[in-house]
């Protein structure tokens, strides 16, 4: 099976900081991830997707980097804000002959704190 | 983007209740449902995928007659938690994905608590 995880459980930043948590990956065949933030009581939402033919997509504020030969995933958020605190979760697929409704992984989740 | 609404967002009840829980996709047709179970400070456990018009298909040690999932239109799907035990209490969260495929889109969750 697949485990995806997050090698900082806790992250703590001070406004305007730049944050950057990362994630793990153990499954190669894995080709879709996406990063997602859940602010307490809610549902996850969606921040940015990439897939495994990029290595970088930016949006908003945010990048996620992906390096396929180790594995690995990060998501930086520019000038973090306050706002910006909340649990982040990386999540990663399998797509199969071009569809993409696999089932999610999703890694253990990191607590970004922003200080004002 | 993509809306998807859970209802209830809070239960409260006795032991021994069946309690239901709506997932509504509201400006998208949902082909793919998944419910999802969260504990505290921990990440999201897959529970169940489910889709319109066939039998869920769950996931190894989610028990389908206690959680039961009905996919009856491509805009709602139900999970009913039937006689419900205080180990059920949790965070239960859908998502859906429409014809497009990936990135699920998710409910803002539904808290259950069993007294």
């Known amino acids: 099976g697949e485990s995806v995880g997050l090698h900082l459980p806790t992250l703590s930043v001070q406004e305007g900081d730049n944050s950057i948590i990362n994630c793990a990956y153990s499954?190669?065949?894995?080709?879709?991830f996406i990063w997602y933030k859940q602010e307490s009581g809610k549902g996850p939402q969606f921040i940015i997707d990439i897939r495994s033919n990029m290595d970088k997509r930016q949006g908003q504020r945010v990048t996620v980097l992906l390096n396929k030969t180790v594995k690995h995933l990060s998501l930086q958020i520019a000038a973090t804000q306050p706002g910006d605190s909340a649990v982040y979760f990386c999540a990663a697929t399998m797509t199969a002959g071009g569809t993409s409704y696999g089932k999610l992984t999703f890694g253990q989740g990191t607590i970004l704190t922003v200080h004002p | 983007g993509a809306v998807v609404s859970q209802h209830p967002s809070r239960v409260i009840c006795k032991s021994g209740t069946s309690v239901k829980i709506e997932c509504r996709s509201l400006d998208f047709q949902a082909t793919t449902m998944f419910w999802y179970r969260q504990f505290p400070k921990q990440s999201l456990m897959l529970m169940a995928t489910s889709n319109e018009g066939s039998k869920a298909t769950y996931e190894q040690g989610v028990e389908k007659d206690k959680f039961l999932i009905n996919h009856a239109s491509l805009t709602l799907s139900t999970l009913t938690v039937t006689s419900a035990h205080p180990e059920d209490s949790s965070f239960y969260i859908c998502?859906?994905?429409?014809?497009?495929?990936?990135?699920?889109?998710f409910g803002d969750g539904t808290r259950l608590s069993i007294l």
């Open positions: 998502s859906a994905i429409s014809r497009g495929g990936q990135p699920q889109h």
């Open positions: 499954n190669s065949a894995s080709d879709y």
